[in-house]
């Protein structure tokens, strides 16, 4: 385990799993939100940039990179020797999103830039409503040409937890 990529739904627990994850391995943590919100880069409306920008990150050595970005995800999923997956259902994302805003009111995040101000909007909504439709299909297409990759599927949080508790130094 040397590249892992951790995508699933806005809300699902990626950033927070990912941050244990890197305790774990020591691996260095790549948070691609941190990324794209830095004020001094359009990438919302570079898309050229952001795709360089990503491609960059991913050609270091060692990593765990957190985030979605369809636009990126078949670069970082090459790239990577374990991709996890959070297939959660909708209520458990939505249920995220509202324990973060309540956890982040009025505090910045220590993995988004600095500036970043915690929000719970309706495009936020939107993308986690629509998760399953709109980016899933593409997430369960590029995880079925990868095969030859550590893929790990999670359900729920359970899972994800008795993941983390039995990993092992000796296993990254």
């Given at each position: 385990m040397?590249?892992?990529?951790v995508v699933?739904?806005?809300?699902?627990?990626?950033?927070?799993?990912?941050?244990?994850l890197a305790?774990r391995?020591?691996?260095p943590?790549?948070?691609l939100?941190?990324?794209?919100h830095?004020p001094?880069h359009?990438y919302?409306?570079?898309?050229?940039?952001w795709?360089?920008?990503v491609?960059?990150?991913?050609?270091?050595?060692?990593?765990?990179?957190?985030?979605?970005y369809?636009?990126?995800?078949?670069e970082r999923?090459?790239?990577?020797?374990?991709?996890?997956f959070f297939?959660?259902?909708r209520?458990k994302?939505?249920y995220g999103?509202l324990?973060?805003?309540?956890?982040?009111?009025?505090?910045?995040?220590?993995?988004?830039?600095?500036g970043?101000?915690?929000?719970?909007?309706?495009?936020l909504l939107?993308?986690?409503?629509?998760?399953?439709?709109?980016?899933?299909?593409?997430?369960?297409n590029?995880?079925?040409?990868?095969?030859?990759?550590h893929?790990?599927?999670?359900?729920?949080?359970?899972?994800a937890?008795?993941?983390?508790?039995?990993?092992?130094a000796?296993q990254?």
């Open positions: 040397e590249r892992v990529v699933g739904c806005p809300g699902s627990g990626k950033t927070t799993f990912f941050f244990f305790a391995t020591k691996l943590l790549i948070h939100d941190y990324y794209y830095q001094a359009d919302g409306n570079n898309r050229e940039a795709v360089t920008r491609r960059n990150l991913c050609s270091k050595e060692r990593w765990i990179m957190d985030g979605n369809n636009s990126t995800v078949a999923f090459d790239r990577a020797d374990t991709i996890i297939d959660y259902p209520r994302s939505l999103i324990k973060r805003r309540l956890h982040y009111y009025r505090q910045p995040r220590q993995d988004m830039p600095k970043w101000k915690e929000t719970a909007n309706l495009v939107s993308s986690v409503w629509n998760f399953k439709r709109n980016k899933r299909p593409t997430i369960l590029i995880l079925s040409q990868n095969r030859d990759k893929i790990i599927i999670f359900k729920n949080r359970k899972q937890a008795e993941y983390l508790s039995k990993l092992k000796s990254c």
